[in-house]
């Protein structure tokens, strides 16, 4: 089992950052890939980072060097510093970590809302 929880969530005008954390716990020695997701009311969960154990970064499109994804082994914790923030980057943000099987885990999610 591992339990992922997110903090760092909030309300920030545009053009504005935040920086949002992931703390896992648990069997986090089976976590390989971890990832940033998003989601707005009536539409789907989003990509937004991932990093895997060794470092390797993929973001999406819409990240456009923005977001600057990390992770620290030790503290078992990964980051997502977000700059440059505008009123589509409002959503529900999400903590996912992932076993070498397959298998995911999800965070509760923390709310960031971006006003213009």
């Known amino acids: 089992q591992v339990q992922l929880v997110e903090s760092g969530g909030g309300l920030v005008q545009a053009g504005g950052s935040l920086r949002l954390s992931c703390a896992a716990s648990?069997?986090?020695?089976?976590?390989?890939?971890m990832g940033w997701y998003r989601q707005t009311p009536g539409k789907q969960r989003e990509l937004v980072a991932t990093?895997?154990?060794?470092?390797?970064?993929t973001y999406a499109i819409f990240v456009k060097g923005r977001f600057t994804i990390s992770r620290d082994n030790a503290k078992n914790t990964m980051y997502l510093q977000m700059n440059s923030l505008n009123p589509e980057d409002t959503a529900v943000y999400y903590c996912?970590?992932?076993?070498?099987?397959?298998?995911?885990?999800w965070g509760q999610g923390t709310q960031v809302t971006v006003s213009s």
């Open positions: 996912k970590g992932e076993l070498s099987t397959g298998l995911g885990y």
């Open positions: 990093i895997t154990r060794e470092g390797t970064i």
């Open positions: 648990g069997s986090i020695f089976s976590i390989n890939t």
